[in-house]
């Protein structure tokens, strides 16, 4: 699995929202009434040119299991950039049962991993902001919390829905 920019422009978004319909047909949901928000707002995103945010998809395959809203910025706390995701969303198979909670896992797990990577590179950032869908998401990230000289954390902790790193 890796991450990749999601835009309107060479048509990966239009793909995605394809692909997530197709997959929401499937298991009988209306995909005009299905997550109308979230592509609501991300719509407008998608059309953007990506610098220092954009949508970025983690694509296994052809296909996405996971997309998220990517933003490098200063924020008042640190004194280098930090990257942040947000607006973590999951395919259609995951919201309706069809894929194991097992894989839900490595899907959450893999998008994270290619933050920290946009991070050391194409989005340089020394810390990292990762929204989680939810607080008992926190359970896939406990094992970053032990620390160890193996880590790219230098610090790393969940506060809420969040799960925050600073690189070494």
Same mark, same amino acid.
């Given at each position: 699995m890796h991450l990749q920019p999601i835009s309107e422009a060479d048509k990966?978004?239009?793909t995605i929202k394809a692909q997530w319909k197709k997959e929401a047909e499937t298991a009988g949901e209306d995909f005009s009434t299905y997550a109308l928000g979230t592509f609501a707002a991300?719509?407008? &995103?998608? !059309?953007?040119?990506?610098?220092?945010?954009?949508?970025?998809?983690?694509?296994d395959g052809d296909s996405v299991p996971a997309f998220c809203q990517v933003h490098r910025l200063l924020m008042k706390r640190?004194?280098?950039p930090v990257l942040r995701?947000?607006?973590?969303?999951?395919?259609?198979?995951?919201?309706?049962?069809?894929v194991d909670a097992g894989e839900y896992a490595k899907v959450l797990?893999? !998008?994270?991993?290619? &933050?920290?990577? !946009?991070?050391?590179d194409a989005l340089a950032a020394d810390h990292v902001h990762f929204q989680m869908r939810s607080p008992s998401d926190s359970q896939f990230f406990a094992a970053l919390q032990v620390k160890?000289?193996?880590s790219?954390?230098?610090?790393?902790? &969940?506060?809420?829905?969040?799960?925050?790193?600073s690189l070494r």
């Open positions: 990966s978004w239009k991300l719509d407008p &995103v998608a !059309l953007e040119e990506a610098k220092k945010s954009g949508l970025y998809g983690l694509y640190y004194q280098t995701a947000r607006l973590v969303t999951v395919s259609p198979n995951f919201d309706f049962g069809i797990v893999a !998008l994270f991993s290619g &933050v920290v990577w !946009l991070s050391r160890s000289p193996l790219p954390f230098s610090q790393f902790y &969940v506060k809420g829905s969040w799960a925050i790193g």
